[in-house]
Structures are given as structure tokens and as C-alpha cells.
């Protein structure tokens, strides 16, 4: 349980990274399309 903890804490910081990044890019191309 404890060895899982870390690579559980890395993977859900990489995917809200991830999301954050696909959020922000869909928001500055959304702009200027609409």
C-alpha cells in the first residue's frame, strides 16, 4: 500500500497536469473561432 502511494501521487499529478494543459489550450483556441 505505502509503494503505491507514490506512483499513485505522480500519475494523478501528471493527469491534472494534463487536463490543465488540454483546458487552457482549448480555451485560447477557442477564443478567437468564436
Same mark, same amino acid.
Given at each position: 500500500?505505502?509503494? @503505491?502511494?507514490?506512483?499513485? @501521487?505522480?500519475?494523478?499529478? $501528471?493527469?491534472? *497536469?494534463?487536463?490543465?494543459? &488540454? $483546458? @487552457?489550450? *482549448?480555451?485560447? &483556441?477557442? @477564443?478567437?473561432?468564436?
Amino acid at each position: 500500500m505505502l509503494s @503505491l502511494l507514490p506512483t499513485l @501521487l505522480i500519475g494523478m499529478t $501528471s493527469f491534472t *497536469r494534463i487536463v490543465i494543459v &488540454l $483546458s @487552457l489550450l *482549448r480555451h485560447a &483556441l477557442g @477564443l478567437p473561432q468564436t
